[in-house]
Structures are given as structure tokens and as C-alpha cells.
């Protein structure tokens, strides 16, 4: 765990080298050359003969600490192309603008978790805090996640502040990388929530029928945090979920 | 394009990401959610590669898999028939099924198809059906 969260920091600190357009704060070594090109703006690329194209454009918003790191990143990228001929190196600096999305939005996230240590209520917050870390790190070491919404981190710790005498749940993350927790305890004590960034919850209940305990009722439905408890607890969800 | 129906005593495998993985490693309920706008869910058919150990079976899946394996993720072995019935019998989507979808790069890829992203039910009772689990890479 401790892993983890220090190589996720570690990717955090890396990317705060990078200035808000995007360009390394920190200067790259350069070849003399290409360091005077620089002065002149930023090169093209020649999509018909799959190479850079030595004609120099202006590029007014590059910041002149940047400058030389700008550069440095779009020569990588058109020394990459010969590995992928299909692709524009621009594609490169795209993806790479993304990952750094990715990483400000976990960065956001991970505020978020340490909060929870320090301004709720929540009996379990620490474990509860470590879990969050390590799922939110899988996201961020995984090149083809999708972006992460803190709305659904959010709407899960009220949730969970609202509910105080809840047991510790079972929390992975959807597809969608939206927090999922689960209430389990027996194949027929199921009960499991999606947080959605929306606000509305997506919610799945296994019990006992009411009539023949033998018989599994199953059910599942959409309806919005603040009257999730309200709507469950009549499915006796609250005899295996709270303490 | 839809393909053939797996036989029902043949197994599938899914790889299950590790943002997905319980806290005792096994797989969870998103294990087996789909996408926002996904057709189906992406499975790999263990027999296609012959009646070899599972391990071997495996070993072929990972040399084609279309993606970045996770030195924690899982692959969950799941067996078709018991799948489907487990869907069909307890959510009442008869029209769930698990088809072939071979790929020039994965030519055992195959789909669970009949649900969609916000089936949560359907992907909790898949989940209860896992048969094995073994490491991803």
C-alpha cells in the first residue's frame, strides 16, 4: 500500500514540473541546433511523407521558460514515428496532455481522501482512506483509464457520513471509475450501491422474501442519495449493513 | 459482428482490472459492469486453444490479449452454461448470451451480450458464479 501511494505521488510531483499550458517547467537538454530552431517556433508535420517537416511557425504562447522543453517533447515525438507510422505525433502530445488530466483530477482526488481522515465522522475512515488510495493509484498506473469523477467520491462520503452506523463496505471502482460499495453477507444479505457523479445512486438489494425465507428477492433501482436509506430500508437492508 | 454461441460446458475467462478486485483479491460485481455504450462484455473462450490445462489455455490468452496486462489483475474463469443460467434464471433477461467475436490479433475473443452498463443485477450475478481465478500475467 505504502508502495503505492508513493509511486502515485512521485507521478504527482513529476507532473508538476509541467507549466499550465502544459509545457515542462524544467529545461531539457537540447542538441544546439535544434536549440536556435526553437527561437524560430514550433515545427510541422508532413502527413503524405509520415515526417517532421523543417518549416517553422510561430508559436506565441509558448512561456519563455518553457520554451526549451516544448521543443524537446515534440522531437521525441517525431523520433517516435517510425516505430508508429500510422500516427501523428501530435497524437503523442494529445495523450500526453490527457495523462496529465488524469493526474490533476487524481491529484484533486487524493485531497479529497485525506479530508476524509480529518473532517468526517466516519468510524472506519483511515482503512476506508488506505482503500481509496490503492484504487485511485490502479487507475492512475493504468495508460488507458478513463478520467476519474471526484462527484462520485463525494456523493459516497455523504452517503456515508449521512449513515453513520454503516459496517465497513466492500468499495471497488466501475469501469466508469465511479466508487461502488458492497453490503454482503450471505448470497441473500446483498446489498450494493454506484455512486454516480450525477448524484443519483444505482442500487442492487439480494434478501430473504418476506413470506418464504428460503426464496431470494432480488431487486435493483436508480434513485438519488439522500433517499437511497429512506427507499432500502424497508428491505431490511439495515439487519446485515449497520453494526 | 455476432458470432457463434459457446458451448454451455466450455468456460470463458475475464480479465478483471485491479480497481475492480475485492480487498481479498477476488473479483467484485464491476468486474463484470460494462462501459457506458459498450455492446458487450469482452470474455475470452478457454477451449478454442484446444483441450489443454488451464494454465496453457491461459498462456494463450495472454500472448493475444489486445491489452496491457496488470501485475495485480485477475483473470476470472467462469463456465458458460452455469452463467448463463444463473443470469436467465434469476434476473429474467432471457436474451443474455455468451457469443464467439474472434479478432485478427485475439481469435478467441468472445462477448457476453444482452445487458448493459447500468444491468448492475446482472453483473452481480455473474460475479457469484466464478469458478477460479488466476494472475493476470
Given at each position: 500500500m505504502l508502495n503505492s501511494i508513493n509511486t502515485a505521488d512521485s507521478l504527482i510531483r513529476e507532473y508538476e514540473k509541467y507549466d499550465a499550458a502544459g509545457y515542462p517547467l524544467a529545461t531539457t537538454s537540447i542538441s544546439p541546433g535544434l536549440f536556435e530552431a526553437k527561437k524560430e517556433g514550433f515545427p510541422t508535420f508532413d502527413e503524405e511523407e509520415r515526417k517532421p517537416k523543417l518549416i517553422w511557425r510561430h508559436a506565441s504562447h509558448v512561456s519563455p521558460e518553457a520554451e526549451v522543453g516544448s521543443i524537446s517533447i515534440l522531437v521525441e515525438s517525431f523520433l517516435d514515428t517510425s516505430a508508429k507510422p500510422q500516427e501523428s505525433p501530435f497524437d503523442a502530445l494529445e495523450e500526453r496532455f490527457r495523462d496529465?488530466?488524469?493526474?490533476?483530477?487524481?491529484?484533486?482526488?487524493?485531497?479529497?481522501?485525506?479530508?476524509?481522515?480529518?473532517?468526517?465522522?466516519?468510524?472506519?475512515?483511515?482503512?476506508?482512506?488506505?482503500?481509496?488510495?490503492?484504487?485511485?493509484?490502479?487507475?492512475?498506473?493504468?495508460?488507458?483509464?478513463?478520467?476519474?469523477?471526484?462527484?462520485?467520491?463525494?456523493?459516497?462520503?455523504?452517503?456515508?457520513?449521512?449513515?453513520?452506523?454503516?459496517?465497513?463496505?466492500?468499495?471497488?471502482?466501475?469501469?466508469?471509475?465511479?466508487?461502488?460499495?458492497?453490503?454482503?453477507?450471505?448470497?441473500?444479505?446483498?446489498?450494493?450501491?454506484?455512486?454516480?457523479?450525477?448524484?443519483?445512486?444505482?442500487?442492487?438489494?439480494?434478501?430473504?422474501?418476506?413470506?418464504?425465507?428460503?426464496?431470494?428477492?432480488?431487486?435493483?433501482?436508480?434513485?438519488?442519495?439522500?433517499?437511497?436509506?429512506?427507499?432500502?430500508?424497508?428491505?431490511?437492508?439495515?439487519?446485515?449493513?449497520?453494526? | 459482428m455476432k458470432g457463434k454461441s459457446l458451448p454451455d460446458p466450455d468456460h470463458i475467462a475475464r480479465y478483471c482490472k485491479p480497481k475492480t478486485l475485492r480487498e481479498d483479491g477476488r473479483p467484485s460485481r464491476t468486474s463484470f459492469m460494462l462501459k457506458p455504450g459498450e455492446p458487450y462484455l469482452s470474455v475470452n473462450w478457454l477451449e478454442y486453444f484446444g483441450d489443454i490445462e488451464r494454465n496453457e489455455q491461459l498462456d494463450c490468452i495472454r500472448r493475444h490479449i489486445s491489452l496491457s496486462l496488470a501485475s495485480t489483475a485477475k483473470f476470472a474463469v467462469l463456465n458458460v452454461g452455469e452463467t448463463l443460467n444463473q443470469v436467465q434464471a434469476n434476473s429474467g433477461a432471457s436474451h443474455v448470451s455468451i457469443l464467439h467475436e474472434p479478432t485478427t490479433k485475439d481469435p478467441s475473443h468472445s462477448g457476453i451480450h444482452g445487458y448493459r452498463h447500468e444491468d448492475d443485477l446482472i453483473a452481480d450475478l455473474i460475479a457469484e458464479v466464478v469458478l477460479e481465478i488466476y494472475p493476470a500475467r
Amino acid at each position: 500500500m505504502l508502495n503505492s501511494i508513493n509511486t502515485a505521488d512521485s507521478l504527482i510531483r513529476e507532473y508538476e514540473k509541467y507549466d499550465a499550458a502544459g509545457y515542462p517547467l524544467a529545461t531539457t537538454s537540447i542538441s544546439p541546433g535544434l536549440f536556435e530552431a526553437k527561437k524560430e517556433g514550433f515545427p510541422t508535420f508532413d502527413e503524405e511523407e509520415r515526417k517532421p517537416k523543417l518549416i517553422w511557425r510561430h508559436a506565441s504562447h509558448v512561456s519563455p521558460e518553457a520554451e526549451v522543453g516544448s521543443i524537446s517533447i515534440l522531437v521525441e515525438s517525431f523520433l517516435d514515428t517510425s516505430a508508429k507510422p500510422q500516427e501523428s505525433p501530435f497524437d503523442a502530445l494529445e495523450e500526453r496532455f490527457r495523462d496529465r488530466e488524469k493526474i490533476r483530477q487524481i491529484k484533486k482526488i487524493k485531497q479529497k481522501i485525506n479530508a476524509i481522515i480529518d473532517e468526517t465522522n466516519i468510524r472506519f475512515s483511515r482503512r476506508l482512506a488506505a482503500r481509496l488510495h490503492f484504487l485511485y493509484d490502479a487507475v492512475l498506473e493504468d495508460p488507458d483509464e478513463d478520467p476519474v469523477p471526484i462527484e462520485s467520491l463525494v456523493n459516497f462520503i455523504r452517503f456515508l457520513q449521512d449513515t453513520p452506523n454503516l459496517k465497513y463496505p466492500e468499495v471497488v471502482l466501475t469501469p466508469s471509475n465511479e466508487i461502488s460499495a458492497q453490503w454482503r453477507t450471505e448470497p441473500n444479505r446483498h446489498f450494493a450501491v454506484v455512486f454516480q457523479m450525477t448524484g443519483e445512486t444505482r442500487f442492487v438489494i439480494f434478501t430473504p422474501n418476506s413470506k418464504d425465507s428460503k426464496k431470494t428477492d432480488r431487486l435493483s433501482g436508480i434513485t438519488s442519495v439522500d433517499t437511497l436509506m429512506e427507499l432500502v430500508e424497508p428491505h431490511g437492508v439495515l439487519d446485515w449493513a449497520v453494526q | 459482428m455476432k458470432g457463434k454461441s459457446l458451448p454451455d460446458p466450455d468456460h470463458i475467462a475475464r480479465y478483471c482490472k485491479p480497481k475492480t478486485l475485492r480487498e481479498d483479491g477476488r473479483p467484485s460485481r464491476t468486474s463484470f459492469m460494462l462501459k457506458p455504450g459498450e455492446p458487450y462484455l469482452s470474455v475470452n473462450w478457454l477451449e478454442y486453444f484446444g483441450d489443454i490445462e488451464r494454465n496453457e489455455q491461459l498462456d494463450c490468452i495472454r500472448r493475444h490479449i489486445s491489452l496491457s496486462l496488470a501485475s495485480t489483475a485477475k483473470f476470472a474463469v467462469l463456465n458458460v452454461g452455469e452463467t448463463l443460467n444463473q443470469v436467465q434464471a434469476n434476473s429474467g433477461a432471457s436474451h443474455v448470451s455468451i457469443l464467439h467475436e474472434p479478432t485478427t490479433k485475439d481469435p478467441s475473443h468472445s462477448g457476453i451480450h444482452g445487458y448493459r452498463h447500468e444491468d448492475d443485477l446482472i453483473a452481480d450475478l455473474i460475479a457469484e458464479v466464478v469458478l477460479e481465478i488466476y494472475p493476470a500475467r
